[in-house]
């Protein structure tokens, strides 16, 4: 489990635990690195593609293995889908955990690579409460990639701004 520690715009500090396979063990790249020509990131691309299947029950067996349970789960919303194999793995593990991921969509097109801070992320992120925000205690938060915690922690910021409690447990499962 790797942590970050992240300041929300709010000011308030936060330690984020992350769970994710190791992109450099499996000798893959993210799909978001792919130059038009390029052999070698092609054929890195593939073979992510063969071993996703893999990496997905790996870390949900991780969190299994810790005992991890949760009553709300989301999937960051992107605009590739190299995070729903593991959404699926993480509901099917997880069936009584309410899905939040319906709510949280993007207002615009910013990539949380070119966000410059957490609060950018934010106003990117808009979620439509479901009403029953303060009753979550534990989350899990999918998303491919946890390089900065950037989009986790506006996840968390703008569900915390919606009702979710300010000392709910969270988990972020990644691909990378």
């Known amino acids: 489990m790797h942590q970050h520690d992240i300041e929300l715009p709010t000011g308030k ?86 899905d939040l991921s319906r709510r949280l969509s993007r207002a615009g097109r910013v990539k949380a690579a070119d966000a410059g801070t957490v609060a950018d992320m934010v106003a990117e992120l808009v979620y439509a409460p479901g009403g029953n925000e303060n009753e979550i205690r534990s989350l899990l938060i999918v998303d491919e990639s946890s390089s900065t915690g950037k989009t986790a922690a506006a996840v968390l910021d703008i569900l915390q701004a919606n009702g979710v409690p300010a000392y709910v447990e969270v988990t972020l499962a990644s691909l990378w």
Do not use: H, K
Request: proline letters at 3%; one cysteine or more; hydrophobic letters at 40%.
């Open 13 to 98: 500090a936060i330690r984020l635990g992350t769970l994710s396979t190791s992109a450099e063990a499996s000798g893959t790249t993210s799909t978001g690195s792919v130059v038009a020509g390029s052999e070698r990131t092609l054929r890195q691309v593939a073979r992510f593609r063969r071993l996703q299947p893999q990496m997905c029950e790996d870390i949900v067996e991780g969190m299994t293995e810790l005992g991890l349970q949760f009553d709300a789960i989301v999937r960051v919303p992107s605009s590739r889908n190299d995070n729903l194999a593991l959404y699926g793995a993480c509901l099917a593990n997880w069936p009584d955990a309410e």
